[in-house]
């Protein structure tokens, strides 16, 4: 069945930009009509959407993040991106990558700690 | 802060009913079809239901969910001890043009 798995560095310095990649196994990234999420989940918060991106390459954004996001599409390699620039303390979290526009299949999260 | 707000906390022993309330406005929940996620510690979120109240295979019955107006609602009867997590609802924002979270809600199994 499809699986979703994240990667990427753990740690990254304030004001550099993080970046993430969610690798998709079991099914294609450009079958059907679906899109491609990131999620996070602060420590001690609750869970927040990043944006997502489609098959065909259009992407939404959370508008609190939307001057710092983009999500991007690799079809010959399965996997969407996540570039996040200018990072602070605040940005670190749990990463998640998910399908569909109800998430219904999740990457088991990726932990991004933003620290010198 | 998300503009769904739920409250943060419901608990209760097991074989109980809980009930779980999500908030809304006519730019979201008034218009839009709402997700619930089950999340245990230490795990990813767990799609519960979307459209509102249609249930993937494998969620057990004992979950059900609603929507009325500008709100939703989640309700777990039967309580048990691994329904312990924390709950969020989610629903497109057509004011913000953005997916948004509930503020979530921590059950606790007593």
């Known amino acids: 069945q499809l699986q979703l798995q994240e990667s990427g560095p753990g740690l990254v310095k304030p004001s550099q930009t993080l970046s993430l990649t969610c690798t998709v196994s079991g099914g294609s990234i450009s079958s059907g009509h679906y899109s491609w999420t990131w999620v996070r989940r602060p420590a001690g918060r609750g869970l927040e959407w990043i944006g997502r991106i489609f098959s065909s390459g259009s992407a939404t954004y959370n508008p609190s993040l939307k001057s710092r996001v983009t999500i991007s599409l690799d079809t010959s390699k399965n996997q969407f991106s996540l570039k996040l620039s200018s990072v602070t303390a605040s940005d670190t979290a749990v990463y998640y990558c998910?399908?569909?526009?109800?998430?219904?299949?999740w990457g088991q999260g990726t932990m991004v700690t933003v620290s010198s | 802060q998300s503009v769904v707000t739920q409250p943060p906390s419901a608990s209760g022993t097991p074989g109980q009913r809980v009930a779980i309330s999500c908030s809304g406005s006519t730019s979201n929940i008034g218009i839009n079809l709402v997700d619930w996620y089950q999340q245990v510690p230490g795990a990813a979120p767990k799609l519960l239901f979307y459209?509102?109240?249609q249930r993937p295979s494998g969620v057990p019955d004992r979950f059900s969910a609603s929507k009325s107006g500008t709100s939703a609602s989640l309700a777990i009867s039967g309580l048990q001890s691994e329904d312990e997590a924390d709950y969020y609802c989610a629903v497109w924002d057509d004011s913000l043009n953005g997916f948004v979270f509930g503020t979530g809600t921590k059950v606790t199994v007593l």
């Open positions: 998910a399908r569909g526009h109800a998430l219904d299949i």
């Open positions: 459209s509102s109240n």
